[in-house]
């Protein structure tokens, strides 16, 4: 054949093909070791040095132009063809098996991480307690119906002393506020900190009460730090974790080592006709404190504050009834 | 506490709604909700326990509502007629404990017992009292009024002293003393309770409860109103002591101002007179065992801002003070601060400028910025690490837990002596199922089994908290404990591997090595009397925790069928190892060649020493991974089939395979010497 008329053949065979394995037969066709091209090229051998250069030349010529045509149709297709094999987007994905923080865990970090942008740093204490730092400490005297706002869990002495030999009773803390007196005793202000910690009150349980639960107390003391300040530390955090979501109201309360005692209460906006949902009690701390522990007089001020886990858990969550925190069902626990 | 809507709108006129005057009371006193008897409106004020003292009458609650209304109050004056004859001439008063401070009583004659009108029957029982006739019923109405609780005997049925003189004698109780009370209740008394007397018996429990003695009946026609004051933790012990909590207990455990029962006894007077008639005798007897407080307390206007941190005019101040009864003298730079008697709460500067804030609005007063210097927080290293942990784990696939600190009377049975004798008892527990601190994770979570098994068929929980126990002192430990469990037991691959890689793997994201921590069996440890098998970790000598698998006969006191693995680790001892910073190793200079090694052993050579074999004897021995593990079909039961990945570089050149043929012949001969049959 012709070299002209290979490069019509060929020319006229490629441009209907569309799948690549015709291409590769068109290829081993026109551009194989059998094809009529390589074919020629073997003749020329048996040519004169100026007819071999000659018909040489054409032949490479035949040969680059059946390349581009194989090169252009091969991008052609690869332009064309899909980048995926056809497969249903609609399927579930696959399940990747992951373990689940607890909500009462995702909600103090939520807390934990609102303080600590203000500067507040994470303090811990104990859980079993002394009479002293539980209660006088924090002018919480015996026989004083101000103890009755915590219900207390006693604990039986190692060994069994009469009641004068005690040194002092353990209790299982009803609040985190010992930890005021036990950090205050081992620092000078000014300081913010804050202390997360589970506390017991001597409480039978239903949907709303536990007798087992968390606090995060929080103190912040220095030459200056006012009631205005409570205020607005108070007011950021609470948007903060809320996210702008809530109302939020300050009233009187009353605990004996704040002066004066603040309660703090919240609604969810979008809830207004709602019940306001206490969820802090705080105060400006109680100078007698600041005496007990030997700090210069008339020199410091601050305010304390007590902020209820679970129910900012159960506000945030819509949980209603508490126990399930402590219940370790799979069904709640694999929720959060 | 129940305050009629009304009666407070007689005493102060004013317009607000019983919503919104239950919105201001909230906001300014305490909270405060409405709810309705028939028509009227009734509150239901949530009194701070140190208003009490001073707004637990409907007038001081009626003073507090002028006050946030911005009006004066003016307390109602006792007005009525005396007869000649002196209360004195009949009847003397002996205080003869500490603690009474004060006993005044009022004497009244020729009245007439029977029910009570209608509007004085409806008041009590809107303020949750029930009517009983019309001196009771008039008696503590004047105390709904004025906050002061107030008795009445029956002059007749009191003893004569020597003197021929009706003696009311306020002493504590003599041993072996007892009381029978109006409701017919006998109590035997200790030698702090406190009692009204005659000369002859005891007559009330003072500040708690009457006696059956003087009790007023349908006869009587004379009485004697008590009006006293008692101490407070004194009346709180007693009741304590007596299982006996009244309304006038509640009221005196507050610390009433002893000046409130010379007021209350006149107007209790007037009120009785008005409902059942009667001749009041001239005079008070008045018994008086205390001085009266006086503090005034100075406060620089400097102090005001300083404290509260926005300015406040002076005028302000005053004013405020004012409406709530102060008496004051202003100085150039001082305000002297003379609080009323009735708010006792009152001790110092910082309470005084809390009311000040407190009637502005606490929700009402400014929001400002602390301008302090920045300081950064110090990291706390334990919360850091114990936050860390819950992630991973959580990654891992387990659950975190909540369980309760107390564990019960059973879970105390089933644990052995050892453990037993170090449990920290709880003193008034309040039932059986939670009376002490847990001294291990392990038992809630095996309760956590079997309350789940019913949902799934798999557990893997886990919890960080504290555990507890005696020692020479309390001790309480943070511990990182947790549990895998399966319903179905699967020989091939015991749970206890995933437990140990688990924890293999916190270690690894810790960056603690295998050389920072050894294994040792667990038979040495407190925990071998609850785990059957599983291994004990220390650093050095010092116990870390153990990963095992509880005993059978542990698990059947559950009724947990399965498998089981358990761990529980100490988190401070693991800190110490945590390594803080870690250092970036150099890449290798030169390629890896890596060799597997497959052969058959008998399974009672442990791995460890495979490993330990394999490592001694070759050089250029980077790593050595255990990857394929068989047993089964066409192996005896005794042996199982191991393979290896083995990892040869050098630092100083690209090793030749003749060089790396050489150590695995190295490694053939060791393995083949332990008993391994090469494949």
Redesign the interface.
């Known amino acids: 054949m012709e070299l002209d008329q290979i490069k019509t053949e060929a020319e006229k065979e490629i441009s209907p093909i569309v799948s690549q394995k015709d291409l590769e037969n068109w290829r081993v066709k026109y551009l194989g070791r059998k094809s009529e091209l390589s074919l020629f090229f073997d003749s020329l051998k048996s040519l004169s040095f100026q007819l071999r250069k000659t018909q040489g030349n054409k032949a490479n010529q035949t040969r680059q132009f059946l390349s581009s045509l194989y090169q252009q149709k091969r991008e052609d297709l690869e332009k064309n063809q899909p980048d995926f094999e056809f497969f249903d987007l609609t399927r579930p994905g696959e399940k990747i098996k992951k373990g689940h923080l607890h909500p009462l865990t995702l909600v103090l970090r939520e807390i934990v991480h609102s303080f600590e942008k203000i500067g507040f740093e994470v303090v811990e204490g104990p859980e079993i307690e002394t009479e002293y730092y539980n209660f006088d400490a924090l002018r919480i005297p015996e026989n004083h119906p101000a103890r009755d706002m915590w219900d207390t869990f006693w604990l039986k002495p190692k060994v069994n002393l009469p009641a004068d030999k005690q040194n002092s009773k353990l209790l299982l803390r009803t609040h985190t506020s010992p930890m005021q007196i036990r950090y205050m005793e081992k620092h000078q202000p000014p300081f913010r900190i804050i202390i997360p910690g589970k506390c017991f009150r001597f409480e039978a349980t239903d949907v709303h009460h536990e007798f087992q639960f968390h606090q995060v107390e929080g103190l912040m003391v220095g030459e200056n730090i006012s009631l205005a300040n409570f205020k607005f530390i108070i007011r950021e955090v609470i948007e903060d974790i809320f996210k702008h979501q809530v109302d939020i109201r300050f009233r009187p309360s009353y605990f004996p080592f704040v002066a004066p005692g603040l309660e703090v209460d919240i609604k969810i906006k979008s809830k207004a006709n709602d019940e306001w949902l206490e969820i802090m009690g705080a105060g400006m701390i109680h100078p007698q404190l600041f005496k007990n522990i030997g700090y210069e007089a008339n020199l410091w001020q601050g305010f304390a504050f007590g902020l209820g886990v679970e129910r900012i858990a159960m506000i945030k969550y819509g949980i209603d009834d508490i126990r399930l925190f402590f219940g370790s069902d799979i069904r709640f626990l694999e929720q959060f | 506490m129940k305050f009629s809507f009304e009666w407070l709108k007689e005493l102060v006129k004013f317009k607000e709604s019983p919503e919104k005057m239950a919105e201001l009371l ?6 405060t909700n409405v709810f309705f008897r028939g028509k009227r409106a009734i509150f239901e004020v949530d009194l ?5 003292t001073d707004a637990s009458g409907h007038l001081g609650l009626a003073r507090e509502i002028s006050a946030i209304l911005n009006k004066k109050f003016n307390y109602p004056q006792p007005k009525f007629k005396e007869e000649k004859k002196t209360a004195k001439s009949l009847i003397t008063i002996t205080i003869k404990s500490p603690y009474c401070r004060r006993y005044a009583a009022r004497t009244i004659w020729h009245l007439k017992v029977k029910s009570s009108p209608q509007w004085l029957k409806e008041r009590l029982k809107d303020c949750g009292l029930n009517p009983i006739n019309n001196i009771v019923d008039a008696a503590n109405y004047a105390m709904l009024l004025t906050g002061q609780p107030l008795h009445v005997f029956d002059f007749q049925k009191i003893a004569f002293n020597k003197e021929k003189k009706k003696e009311i004698i306020i002493r504590q109780a003599k041993k072996g003393e007892q009381i029978t009370t109006l409701e017919r209740k006998t109590y035997q008394l200790k030698e702090n309770n406190l009692l009204i007397c005659d000369a002859k018996q005891p007559l009330a429990l003072a500040g708690i409860k009457g006696g059956l003695t003087a009790e007023v009946d349908k006869d009587t026609r004379l009485i004697i109103i008590e009006s006293a004051n008692f101490d ?3 009346i ?2 007693t009741s ?1 002591e007596l299982g006996l909590k009244t309304d006038a207990s ?1 009221r005196f ?2 610390h009433l101002d002893p000046d409130l029962a010379v007021y209350a006894v006149d107007i209790s007077a007037q009120i009785i007179q008005q409902v059942a008639g009667g001749a009041i005798l001239k005079g008070k007897t008045d018994a008086i065992n205390y001085s009266s407080r006086k503090i005034i307390i100075p406060i620089n206007f400097k102090t005001w801002e ?5 300015p406040i005019k002076k005028q302000e101040i005053v004013k405020k003070l004012k409406l709530l009864g102060f008496s004051l003298i202003e100085r150039k730079e001082y305000l002297l601060v003379k609080p009323s008697l009735y708010r006792n709460d009152i001790e ?1 500067a ?2 005084v ?3 000040v ?2 009637l502005q609005g ?2 009402q ?14 990291k ?1 290293e ?2 850091e690490i114990k ?1 860390k942990i ?2 991973w ?14 564990i019960s009377q059973k879970d105390r049975g089933i644990l052995a002596e050892d453990w037993q004798s170090k449990l ?7 039932s059986d199922l ?1 009376c002490y ?1 847990r001294p291990t994770l392990l038992l ?1 979570f095996l309760k ?1 089994i079997n ?2 098994f019913r ?2 068929d798999k ?4 919890e960080i ?2 555990i ?1 126990h ?1 020692e020479t002192k ?1 001790k ?1 430990e943070t511990v990182f404990g947790g549990i895998l469990a399966k319903k179905e037991k699967i020989l091939k691959q015991p749970l206890f591997y995933e437990a140990k890689g688990i924890i293999e793997g916190i270690f690894t994201d810790l960056g603690i090595d295998k050389d920072d921590y050894s294994i040792k069996p667990i038979e040495k440890t407190e925990y071998s009397s609850i785990l059957g098998k599983g291994m004990a970790l220390y650093v050095k000598n010092q116990f870390l925790g153990v990963i095992g698998i509880p005993k059978k006969n542990f698990l059947k006191k559950y009724d947990v069928k399965g498998e089981v693995v358990f761990w529980e680790i100490k988190i401070l001892p693991l800190m110490a190892l945590e390594q803080a910073e870690r250092e970036y190793e150099p890449l290798p200079q030169y390629p890896a060649a890596i060799r597997d090694v497959s052969f058959i052993i008998k399974k009672d050579i442990l791995i460890d020493k495979i490993l330990q074999t394999i490592q001694k004897n070759a050089s250029f021995l980077e790593d050595v991974d255990l990857f394929d593990i068989y047993e089964g079909e066409n192996l005896p039961f005794e042996k199982q089939s191991l393979s290896f990945h083995l990892i040869f570089r050098s630092s100083e050149k690209t090793l030749k395979a003749e060089e790396v043929d050489k150590e695995m012949k190295k490694i053939y001969k060791a393995l083949q010497q332990l008993g391994a049959l090469i494949r």
Do not use: Q
């Open positions: 909230t906001l300014y006193l305490a909270e701070l326990p140190n208003r009490v407070g933790a004194n709180h012990l304590k509640w455990e507050h300083k404290m509260l941190g926005w110092n910082e309470d400028i809390g009311e804030a407190r606490f929700d007063i400014p929001s400002l910025s602390p301008k302090e210097r920045v300081i950064l927080p110090v706390n334990l919360w936050e819950k992630d784990l959580a990654a891992y696939h387990l659950e975190e837990v909540y369980n309760y600190s107390l920290i008892a709880l003193a008034n527990p309040i939670f601190l809630n956590n309350d789940n949902f799934t557990i893997r929980f886990f908290g504290e507890y005696w309390r309480e």
